[in-house]
């Protein structure tokens, strides 16, 4: 959004607005915030090729259910200077984010060494267990379908799928071997970018959440309206 389709005329509000925009709109954000800031730790950016999107990061007008939109353009308007630089950061970088996981994604599955990595050790897998590869990828049967879903978990890091995920069979005990592709000549500025974006957007989740904090805690104070009340579920 921009100032010319925001109205930025001094706002009036009251007890109620405010509590409105607590439980619709501040509280849902600082929600989703802190689960990207939680994701960002673990290096997962919950990449995912089919659909193409990061599964749980997402701009932050995204963030606010669809009902409650209008609360959220109307917050927005009444704190414009305040909001809308940390905002715009903040949706940039989730973009920025995409791009690069995407880009990353694109070089790992267009890089010999990752097929002759995959193929080493499914083929290993096979001889090993006297099993068939296919029982790493259930009903996927794909080739390159199969190769998608390894390079999404070098992608996010992936760092343990659980025992009943199939491919942990092919993945755990070979984790840390998947993972240094990214250290390729071809792979690794991709990777390297990636990162710097990752640690631009967690700089960004953390400047937005305190000037979401402190604007709760003006508003509360001004308005003598509780940030939490008691039965409201807290973000």
Known sequence: MTPTTLHTEKPTYGPALVAAWFDTVILPMLSGLR???????KGNYTYRHYPEE??????????????????????????????????????????QLFIDCKALFAALLASEDFTLLFDKLTKQFAADSHES???????????????????????NNVLDLGRYDAT???WGPNRQSFLALKQLNSVQPLAEALNRTAARLKEAI???????EELSDRLS???????????????
């Not at 704190?79 to 809308?84: D, H, K, P, Q, S």
């Not at 390894?150 to 992608?155: D, G, L």
């Open 54 to 95: 990061l599964s749980f990061f997402s701009r932050t007008d995204d963030l606010i259910m669809s009902g409650a939109w209008l609360n959220y353009r109307q917050f927005l308007a009444s704190f414009y200077e305040t909001l809308a630089g940390t905002v715009a950061l903040h949706d940039a970088e989730v973009a």
């Open 35 to 41: 689960g990207e800031e939680n994701l960002l730790e």
């Open 168 to 170: 942990s069979k092919l």
């Open 133 to 155: 590869v296919d029982v790493l990828f259930g009903a996927i049967r794909d080739e390159s379908e199969r190769k998608a879903i390894v390079a999404e978990y070098i992608v």
């Open 221 to 235: 104070r001004e308005k003598d309206v509780p940030i939490v009340l008691p039965g409201r579920r807290l973000a």
């Open 206 to 212: 953390k400047n937005l959440r305190s000037v979401l």
